[in-house]
């Protein structure tokens, strides 16, 4: 994974050094080092069992954390020049903390959840992101739409109409950490 841009068709099993039992990003779908990144996910019945058929706030938050410790991950297999499974063992991505989550709408089972992630810093090992997550209606191509997506697309951050706001994230912020420094029960 020396190039970041080959994030977009990757699986996220193959960029997330962690296990895929709560995986909620299905697909990458633009990511530019010096802007941000952008994922997919559609809703699964798992996600919404037992929580009133609606995904939770915390999970929307994790859909945005994910993709944002994703652009973590490349920037830092890029940075080290290490592999993602070279990566793994030695090195463990936390999540810090986040400002201000701000929830406009929900989202149910089969819903397509956008996640745009902009990248306000990155420096020793810590990214601070602005994720801002939209509900899509069912028959937008949003493939088509990120097809020749650009940085200057993405700065503008000028959206089609079936994009619908459903929350936002401010100053999201996640480091990566060596194992060594972990304490362990």
Known sequence: MKNPNLIVGKRPDEVLIYGNNMMLIDEYLWFDRHHGIISAYQVKKKDVEEHFNIFRGVDMLETCGQAGIS???????????????????????????????????????????????????????????????????????????????????FHNQSLPAAFKKIATFQNMVGRAIRLSKLVTA
Do not use: P, W
Request: contains cysteine; proline residues 0%.
């Open 71 to 153: 652009a973590c991950t490349v920037l830092e297999c890029q940075k080290t020049g290490k592999s993602r499974d070279e990566l793994r063992e030695y090195m463990r991505f936390v999540f810090l903390g986040v400002d201000e989550s701000r929830f406009f709408d929900y989202a149910i089972e089969d819903d397509v959840l956008i996640s745009i992630g902009k990248i306000t810093s990155y420096r020793f090992r810590q990214m601070t992101l602005d994720s801002t997550l939209f509900k899509v209606d069912q028959n937008f191509d949003y493939h088509q739409y990120f097809q020749n997506y650009t940085g200057e697309d």
